[in-house]
C-alpha cells in the first residue's frame, strides 16, 4: 500500500522560510517523478515543482528561484525548501507520484504566509 505523508508546513511571516518534507512508502520515489502541488482556496491545484527520475528539476514561474525541490533516495523523502515565502504562496501543499495509470497523493500539509 502505497503513502506518502507530507510535513513542514505552519504559518510564516513574509520573507520567510519553510521546508515540506513527503515521505514514501509502499513506493521509491527514485523510480519516477515527483511532484509537489498546491491549492489555495477557491483555486485549482497547481503543479509547483518537480523532481524528475533522472534528477533533473522543474519549477513554476511563480516559484522559480525561491523553491528548491530536492530527493532523499536513502530516506526515501522528497523535500520542498520555500524561501523569500509571499501571502500568495498562502495554500495546502500536496506531494504526488503517478506510476504508470494510477496517481498518489498525500494528505496535504498547511502553508499560511503573513503580511
Known amino acids: 500500500q502505497v503513502q506518502l505523508v507530507e510535513s513542514g508546513g505552519g504559518l510564516v511571516q513574509a520573507g520567510g522560510s519553510l521546508r515540506l518534507s513527503c515521505a514514501a512508502s509502499?513506493?521509491?520515489?527514485?523510480?519516477?517523478?515527483v511532484r509537489w502541488y498546491r491549492q489555495a482556496p477557491g483555486n485549482q491545484r497547481d503543479l509547483v515543482a518537480t523532481?524528475?527520475?533522472?534528477?533533473?528539476?522543474i519549477y513554476a514561474d511563480s516559484v522559480k528561484g525561491r523553491f528548491t525541490i530536492s530527493r532523499d533516495t536513502a530516506k526515501n523523502t522528497v523535500y520542498l525548501q520555500m524561501n523569500s515565502l509571499k501571502p500568495e504562496d498562502t495554500a495546502v501543499y500536496y506531494c504526488?507520484?503517478?506510476?504508470?495509470?494510477?496517481?498518489?497523493w498525500g494528505q496535504g500539509t498547511q502553508v499560511t504566509v503573513s503580511s
Open positions: 523532481v524528475a527520475y533522472g534528477g533533473n528539476t
Open positions: 504526488n507520484v503517478a506510476r504508470g495509470m494510477t496517481q498518489y
Open positions: 509502499g513506493i521509491i520515489f527514485s523510480g519516477g517523478a
